[in-house]
C-alpha cells in the first residue's frame, strides 16, 4: 500500500516493458497477481461476494458533472447518487481517502471519510486496487478545491481485477498490446474511447441518413460459392456437409443488385467483407463496407448521396464539416468538386489520354511517369495507373473522379455519350480513396461480355480479376432497373473524421498474427520457402501510435501533453530546454594554454642540448653531483609537456592533471641544474595558469582503442630520433667516428634500451647525460605503449543488456531502411533521457560517429541528439552523423551543423514492382535465364540447415577472397549464423540443389514495413544476371505478402553522375572527387546496376559540426565502413564505448 498522501501505481506495467527490464517486470508482475489473488481469497474468507450478480446504478459521470457542474467550492447537495465504474487512482490522507472512479461516459473524484463510512469500511478499503469495479452510494459535493466528488456513504467491490494496469502518465504505448488487447488500450488511452465514440456516431448517422430516405437495411451472405463484385484476392474456405470450396465475400454487390431486380427499389447493408490481401496503414483483411443501391438513379444522384453521407457523418462525429489532414484543411460540405479522370490527367500531368488513343502513345506516357503496366494491358488501363500516380495525391478536398475507362470496371454502365468510358466515380479526400460508385450495368449481354474478358484475364494469371457469376447473369436477364449503385469503405471514413493514421486504429479488433510465433501457411507462392514474416509483425509504433506515443511525455520532467504533437513542431524542433545548439567552447584560454605547453616542453629540453650548454654557459653545471639527473628529468618533462599540449588543446582533465605534475617536475629540475630562473618562473606561471582555468578543463579521457597506440608510436619515436640527432649533430666535432645517418639512428633508439652506439665522447659529461636520458625516454615510451595497448584489450563492447534496450528500440520505431544496421556489434548506443530513443555510434580519434539518423519516438528525437551533441562536448569529441536521410537535415541545420551530399539510397517499391515493361527488359531476361537452372526460395534465416548455412559462408569466402566482411552504417558485417529469425535468405538453389548465389535481408519496421539488403553473393562461376535475378524475386516475393519496399545498394555520389541534372557549384566540385575515385570504386557503374531495377532514390547526406571536418569525417567514414581496413587490428582501431544515457 502507499504511504499517506501518495497516489497509488500499478506495482507493474508489462505492457511497456522492454526485453532489458522483461526479467524484473514480468516478476513484477507476477507478484502483483500473487498479492490481489490473495487478497481475493481474504475478501471471500470475510464473507464478501468480489464478483456479485448486478448493481442498480442511477447515475453517471457525465449526467452528475450536467447536474451539479455550477456547485461552488466546499457545497453539498444533499442528494445521493448511486455511479459505478474503474477506480483509476487512490490518494491516502489519513483517515481521508480520495479516488477516480470512471465510467464509459466520463470521470467523477470519490471522498472515502473514516468519519463517513465508520473505521471498519474505511479500512476494508485495502482490498481495493487500481482497476477494480466498484458500486458507491453518496451525496455530491464539492472539494475545498472545487473538485465535484461524491462523499461516500456505501461501497461496494463490484468485480476484482487480478492484474495491473499500466503505470499512470505512460499509458499503454506497445502497439502490439494495444491492438491485441484493446480492452485494456481502451481503459488506459482517452485518445482510443475518442476514436470509437466517432466511429460508432459515424455509422449511426449514415444508416439513419439512409432510413430517412427511404432505403431498407438488409443483410446478405458472407459465404458465397462465387467472390464477385470487387477486383481483389478472396479468402478460401471449406464446407464439409457439402464439400465444396466456398468464399468469404469480397463486395456486397452482387447480392444487393439481385435484390433490386426483385423490386427492393433502395437497398443498403453496413457489413464486414473479407480480401486476402497484405496489411499496412490503409488496409485490413477484415473491414467494414457500407453499400447502397437505388433504382431509377444514376452516378450523378450517388454523388449527391455521397455528399450528404459523408457530410452528416462529419456533423455527427464532432459538430463539424472540417476536419485535418496533416497540415490541411478539409472541409467535406457539399459541393464537392466533379471532374472526369481525362480532365484531371492533363490538369496535373500536362498530356492528354483516352482508351481510344494508340497503346503505343499510352505506353510511352505511363514510361515517362515511371507507371509500371502489363503486355496485355490496354490503353484504358493504363490511363487510369497514370491518374492514380499523377493525380489522386494531389487531391485534398473532396473531389468525384468521373468517368473511368470500360476496361477497368467490368460492372459499370457504359458512359451514355463514349462507349469506351463508364459512368462510374471514385470519392477521392486527402490523396485517399473514400468512396466508388457506378451508375449500374443492366445490360444482361454486355455483363456477359465482360465476364469473358475477366475469365480470359483470370486465365491469363490475373488473380484479381472478376470470376463469371452466372446466377447474377440470369437475375439480370429478369430486368434490372436504371440502378446506381455507392460502396464507402467506413473504417477509411472514420480515419478521415478521427484523423487517425491507420486503419489498425479505428478497427477494434484488427487482424493480427496469433501470439507465440509464426503460423508457417498452408499455400502461398510456390517460390516462397518455409514461413517468413507478415508486415504486421513489422509494424511499429512509430507512424500508427503517434498520438498515444509522443503525447505521454515529450520530454523529461514534463507534464503529459495529452496528444500528439503535430508534424511540423516534430520536425522541425527547438534544441532540448537546457541544451545550446552547437557551440565551440571557451577556447581561447585552451589553445593559449595548450600552445604555451608545448613551447615550454621544446624550452625545457633545448638547454639539455650541448650547443645550448655551451651558449648559457651551464656547461660546468653538469658535472656537479646530481646536476646530470635533472638535466635527464627536463628531457623527459619536456617531452611530456609536448605530447600533453594536443591533449590540452582539447579539454582533457587527466591531461590537466598530467600537466600540473609535469609543470612541477620541470620547475624544479631547472631550479637544481641550473637554477634557470626564466624557465622556473615560466613553469611556475603555467601552474598558475591552469589553476586559474581549472574549470575549462574537464573532458573525460577517451575511450581505449589501439589507434591511440598507432598514433602515440611514430610520433613518440620520431621526437626521439629528433633529440638524438640534434644531440649529435651538435656534438659532432667531440666525438668518434664520424656521424652517419645509420649510426644516429642505430644509437638514439639502441640508447632507448641501454645499448651503446658506435660513437665515443670526448665529453664524458655529455655522455653520462645523453646515454641516461636516452634510457629513461625509452623506459618512459615502453611504460606508457603498453598502458595503451592493454587497457585497449581489456575494454568492453556493449553489453547483453544494453544490446536488447538498442534491439527493442529499433523494432519498435525502426521504419529506416539502415536503423537495422544499428545492431552491428562495433556500435556503442547513446540513450536519450527519456529512454525513448538511441544514437548507435563509434569513436575513432576524437570524433564520435553516429550511424544514419537516430531510432526513436519522434518526440524525443530532438531531444537524443542535443543530449548527445552535449555529452560529446564534455569530452572534447567532433559528432558526424552518417547516412543520415536528406529530408531530416532540418532538424541538424537549426543545431548548427553542416550537412553535405553523400549519396542516393535505392528502393524498391515492392506494393507496386513488375518485371514487365520495356523498361524491365534486361531484368526480365535474367529473370528467366536464371529460372531455367535454379529455383528461388525465401525463408527465415534461422530455419536454414546447418549445411546450407556451411554452403552460404562458403560462397561469401570465396566471393571475399580472403578478405574480412566490412560494413558499417549499411551492413551487419558478419557471415550467416543460421540463428536469426529477424533475418531472410533470398537463395538460388540449383538443380542439385546447392546455393549459386543468396541475400541477407534484415527488415524495416513501421507503418512501411520491408526489408534492407545486407549481403549480396554468389558464385564467381555462376550463370549470369543471377544477382539481378535473386533482388527481382525478393521484390516480388515481398510484394506478394505485402510488404511495401526493398533496399537494395547504396550509390555514393549517385546524383552526380545523372547527366539530365544541372549540377551546382559544390556538386560540382564533388563530381571532380567522384571521377577521381570513379575507378577505384565503382561510383557510377553501382549506380547503373541499381538503376536497372527501377527504383526510388532516397538521398542521404553527411552531417558534421563544421565543414572543415569533413575531410577528417571522411577517411575515418572509410575506415569504419572497412575501406581503408588496418590488417588484423582494424576493428581496435574503433573504441567500444560503454551505453551511456542523456544527461
Known amino acids: 500500500m502507499s504511504t499517506p498522501a501518495e497516489d497509488e501505481q500499478p506495482a507493474a506495467s508489462a505492457p511497456n516493458a522492454t526485453p532489458a527490464a522483461a526479467g524484473a517486470e514480468g516478476a513484477a508482475v507476477v507478484s502483483e497477481r500473487a498479492h490481489r489473488l490473495q487478497k481475493l481469497a481474504g475478501l471471500r474468507e470475510e464473507g464478501i461476494e468480489p464478483y456479485p450478480p448486478r448493481f442498480d446504478r442511477d447515475h453517471t459521470a457525465a449526467q452528475i458533472r450536467e447536474k451539479f457542474g455550477d456547485l461552488p467550492a466546499g457545497k453539498g447537495t444533499g442528494e445521493t447518487v448511486r455511479v459505478a465504474g474503474r477506480l483509476m487512482l487512490i ?12 465510467d464509459w461516459t466520463g470521470e467523477v473524484q470519490l471522498m472515502v471519510s473514516r468519519d463517513e463510512v465508520g473505521t471498519q469500511a474505511h479500512d476494508e478499503f485495502k482490498h481495493f486496487d487500481l482497476g477494480d469495479w466498484v458500486g458507491v452510494e453518496g451525496e455530491v459535493v464539492t472539494s475545498e478545491h472545487g473538485e465535484l466528488s461524491v462523499r461516500v456513504h456505501k461501497l461496494e467491490l463490484l468485480s476484482k481485477a487480478l492484474r495491473a494496469l499500466p503505470a499512470k502518465g505512460h499509458g499503454l504505448t506497445d502497439v502490439d498490446t494495444r491492438y491485441r488487447e484493446r480492452y485494456l488500450d481502451l481503459i488506459v488511452n482517452e485518445p482510443t474511447r475518442r476514436i470509437f465514440a466517432i466511429r460508432s456516431a459515424t455509422i449511426a448517422a449514415i444508416r439513419a441518413e439512409l432510413l430517412e430516405r427511404g432505403f431498407r437495411e438488409v443483410e446478405t451472405p458472407v459465404l458465397d460459392a462465387h467472390a464477385g463484385g470487387a477486383a481483389a484476392r478472396p479468402f478460401i474456405t471449406h464446407h464439409n456437409a457439402l464439400d465444396i470450396d466456398l468464399y468469404l465475400r469480397i463486395a456486397l454487390e452482387l447480392p444487393l443488385k439481385r435484390l433490386v431486380v426483385g423490386g427492393m427499389e433502395r437497398v443498403f447493408e453496413i457489413g464486414r467483407v473479407f480480401r486476402n490481401e497484405g496489411l499496412d496503414s490503409r488496409h485490413n483483411p477484415e473491414f467494414t463496407l457500407l453499400e447502397a443501391y437505388q433504382a431509377f438513379a444514376d452516378y450523378h444522384d450517388m454523388m449527391d448521396l455521397v455528399e450528404a453521407l459523408v457530410s452528416r457523418a462529419a456533423h455527427e462525429a464532432h459538430g463539424s464539416t472540417k476536419v485535418k489532414v496533416g497540415d490541411a484543411d478539409v472541409d467535406l460540405a457539399p459541393p464537392w468538386r466533379r471532374a472526369s479522370m481525362a480532365e484531371l490527367i492533363e490538369e496535373h500531368a500536362g498530356v492528354k489520354m483516352h482508351p481510344s488513343m494508340p497503346i503505343a502513345e499510352a505506353r510511352e506516357i505511363g514510361d515517362r511517369f515511371d507507371v509500371d503496366y502489363g503486355e496485355d494491358w490496354g490503353a484504358g488501363k493504363i490511363m487510369s495507373e497514370v491518374c492514380d500516380a499523377t493525380c489522386e495525391a494531389k487531391l485534398v478536398q473532396p473531389t468525384f473522379v468521373m468517368d473511368h475507362p470500360r476496361e477497368v470496371s467490368p460492372l459499370a454502365r457504359a458512359h451514355r455519350d463514349d462507349s469506351t468510358l463508364t459512368e462510374r466515380f471514385e470519392a477521392v479526400i486527402a490523396g485517399r480513396e473514400l468512396a466508388n460508385a457506378y451508375s449500374e450495368l443492366n445490360d444482361p449481354v454486355d455483363q456477359v461480355q465482360r465476364f469473358e474478358a475477366e475469365a480470359a484475364a483470370k486465365a491469363a494469371g490475373d488473380e484479381e480479376a472478376e470470376q463469371p457469376d452466372d446466377d447474377y447473369v440470369r437475375a439480370l436477364e429478369y430486368g434490372l432497373p436504371p440502378t446506381g449503385g455507392l460502396g464507402i469503405g467506413l473504417d477509411r471514413l472514420v480515419m478521415l473524421l478521427a484523423e487517425a493514421s491507420a486503419i489498425r486504429e479505428v478497427i477494434l479488433f484488427p487482424t493480427m498474427r496469433p501470439e507465440g510465433g509464426m503460423v508457417k501457411p498452408r499455400g502461398g507462392p510456390s517460390s516462397v520457402g518455409g514461413a517468413i514474416p507478415s508486415p504486421q509483425e513489422l509494424a511499429s509504433p512509430q507512424a500508427e501510435d503517434a498520438a498515444a506515443r509522443d503525447g505521454a511525455a515529450a520530454h523529461p520532467g514534463s507534464p503529459e501533453t495529452g496528444g500528439a504533437q503535430t508534424a511540423k513542431t516534430a520536425e522541425r524542433p527547438a534544441p532540448a530546454k537546457g541544451v545550446d545548439p552547437i557551440t565551440e567552447a571557451s577556447s581561447a584560454p585552451v589553445h593559449a594554454l595548450a600552445w604555451l605547453t608545448a613551447i615550454l616542453g621544446v624550452i625545457c629540453f ?20 646530481g646536476r646530470s639527473a635533472s638535466h635527464v628529468a627536463s628531457v623527459l618533462a619536456g617531452v611530456g609537456l609536448l605530447l600533453t599540449a594536443h591533449q590540452l588543446a582539447r579539454r582533457k582533465r587527466a591531461a590537466w592533471w598530467l600537466a600540473l605534475g609535469l609543470f612541477a617536475v620541470a620547475a624544479v629540475a631547472h631550479l637544481l641544474k641550473g637554477p634557470d630562473p626564466i624557465t622556473v618562473f615560466l613553469s611556475v606561471g603555467m601552474l598558475l595558469a591552469l589553476v586559474w582555468w581549472r574549470r575549462e578543463f574537464v573532458a573525460p579521457p577517451d575511450p581505449n582503442s589501439l589507434l591511440a597506440l598507432l598514433v602515440f608510436v611514430p610520433l613518440y619515436l620520431g621526437g626521439v630520433l629528433v ?66 595497448l592493454f587497457r585497449t584489450l581489456a575494454a568492453r563492447r556493449a553489453g547483453a543488456a544494453d544490446r536488447d534496450r538498442a534491439r527493442t528500440l529499433v523494432r519498435e520505431y525502426g521504419d529506416d531502411t539502415l536503423a537495422y544496421f544499428a545492431l552491428h556489434e562495433s556500435k556503442s548506443y547513446f540513450f536519450s533521457s527519456d529512454g525513448r530513443a538511441m544514437i548507435a555510434y563509434a569513436y575513432m580519434n576524437g570524433v564520435a560517429l553516429a550511424s544514419s539518423d537516430p531510432i526513436g519516438a519522434r518526440g524525443s528525437i530532438p531531444l537524443v541528439i542535443d543530449e548527445f551533441v552535449a555529452y560529446s562536448q564534455r569530452r572534447a569529441w567532433k559528432v558526424a552523423f552518417l547516412a543520415v536521410r536528406e529530408d531530416t537535415d532540418g532538424v541538424y541545420l ?17 506494393d507496386r514492382f513488375s518485371i514487365n515493361g520495356p523498361r524491365m527488359k534486361a531484368v526480365r531476361e535474367a529473370v528467366t ?42 551492413e551487419l558485417a558478419r557471415d550467416v549464423a543460421g540463428d536469426q529469425p529477424d533475418l531472410l535468405l533470398a537463395v538460388a538453389m540449383s538443380e542439385d540443389d546447392r546455393p549459386a548465389g543468396f541475400l541477407r535481408l534484415v527488415p524495416c519496421y513501421g507503418d512501411n514495413p520491408g526489408y534492407s539488403l545486407d549481403l549480396m553473393r554468389r558464385d564467381p562461376k555462376a550463370v549470369n544476371g543471377l544477382t539481378e535475378a535473386l533482388i527481382a524475386n525478393a521484390a516480388l516475393a515481398l510484394g506478394e505478402r505485402g510488404f511495401t519496399r526493398l533496399s537494395m545498394n547504396f550509390a555514393a555520389w549517385g546524383r552526380l553522375f545523372d547527366d539530365q541534372r544541372e549540377l551546382g557549384l559544390g556538386e560540382r566540385a564533388l563530381k571532380r572527387v567522384a571521377d577521381l575515385l570513379n575507378p577505384f570504386f565503382q561510383i557510377e557503374s553501382l549506380r547503373d546496376f541499381n538503376a536497372k531495377l527501377d527504383p526510388e532514390w532516397l538521398p542521404r547526406s553527411i552531417v558534421v559540426e563544421d565543414a572543415a571536418d569533413l575531410p577528417r569525417v571522411g577517411v575515418l567514414f572509410a575506415t569504419v565502413e572497412g575501406f581503408l581496413d588496418v590488417p588484423v587490428v582494424g576493428k581496435l582501431l574503433v573504441a567500444p564505448v560503454p551505453a551511456e544515457g542523456g544527461a
Not at 490518494?91 to 470512471?102: K, N, P, Y
Request: hydrophobic residues 45%.
Open 723 to 788: 633529440f638524438g640527432a640534434a644531440s649529435l649533430l651538435i656534438e659532432s666535432d667531440k666525438l668518434s667516428p664520424s656521424l652517419t645517418f645509420g649510426g644516429i639512428v642505430d644509437t638514439t633508439f639502441g640508447g632507448l634500451v641501454g645499448l651503446n652506439g658506435p660513437y665515443s665522447y670526448e665529453s664524458k659529461l655529455f655522455g653520462d647525460f645523453f646515454e641516461a636520458a636516452l634510457l629513461a625516454l625509452g623506459a618512459a615510451g615502453v611504460a606508457l605503449a603498453l598502458f595503451l
Open 894 to 910: 537549426d543545431r548548427g551543423f553542416h550537412a553535405v551530399y553523400l549519396g542516393d539510397e535505392a528502393i524498391i517499391r515492392c
Open 929 to 970: 535465364r536464371v529460372a531455367k537452372r535454379h529455383r528461388f526460395v525465401l525463408i527465415r534465416e534461422s530455419d536454414a540447415s546447418p549445411r546450407l548455412v556451411k554452403q552460404l559462408n562458403g560462397i561469401s569466402a570465396e566471393w571475399r577472397e580472403g578478405e574480412a566482411e566490412r560494413g558499417f552504417t549499411m
Open 606 to 625: 633545448l638547454p639539455t642540448l650541448p650547443f645550448f650548454h655551451q651558449a648559457l654557459g651551464i656547461e660546468p653545471l653538469l658535472g656537479q653531483p
Open 91 to 102: 490518494r491516502r490522507h489519513g483517515g481521508l481517502i480520495f479516488a477516480e472512479l470512471h
